[in-house]
């Protein structure tokens, strides 16, 4: 399909895996809910589909460089050496089926967008269409996708290959996110029903 791209965001092990330092509030839910799961299917029909997919990750370099020292999410990251990139802890969790022309976009804040080559990949390849899917709902997802509004994309948010830290976090994020882009689930995708094909 063209003009589409999906955006896999913050699978990383600090994340989702259990021994990640935020994967303590995340990694339950994630595999209660089988959201890598949910994720590996979506990015299966990508492939059959000859979607492009990108690949989010957040994290900072060894000397923390481009951490914020205001973000009340960002700021004890040097403190705690959490975050830091070339590590097990920013790696993409293993269950992610991360292949070598995939895009990889690198982020420093909660937005894929900001300070990132993530708007160069989506006019390179003609993108109108996004469709993200991504832990947490209530930040990456939920901040993303109202930037991709903004700049005029058509967003999808693949609602159960989302989670957060609670349920009521998830589906408030899902809520807000109603009135911007249109909510599906990775059986939608599956039936064909994506953005009207």
Known sequence: MKNKIVIVADFI???????GVFGTHNAKRVK?????????????????????????KVGFSKDYKECSKVSPMFKQAPEY?????????????PS?????????????RVNALYGTNLELVLRANNVQD???????????????????????????????????????????SLSNLNKIARIVCVGNLLKGECFGN
Do not use: P
């Not at 089988?34 to 989010?56: C, D, F, G, P, Y």
């Open 32 to 56: 209660d809910d089988k959201t890598m799961e949910k994720a590996s299917q979506l990015i299966t029909w990508a492939r059959e589909n000859n979607i492009v997919i990108a690949h989010v």
């Open 13 to 19: 092990n600090e994340i989702v895996d259990e021994k």
């Open 96 to 108: 992610m089926d991360v292949q070598e022309h995939d895009i990889i976009i690198t982020k420093h």
């Open 130 to 172: 996004v469709i993200i899917c991504g832990v947490s709902t209530s930040y990456v997802v939920e901040s993303t996708a109202r930037e991709l509004h903004d700049r005029d994309y058509r967003v999808m948010v693949v609602a159960d290959a989302c989670n957060a830290s609670s349920q009521e976090m998830h589906e408030a």
């Open 81 to 93: 050496g959490v975050l830091q990139l070339g590590t097990w802890a920013t790696d993409f969790h």
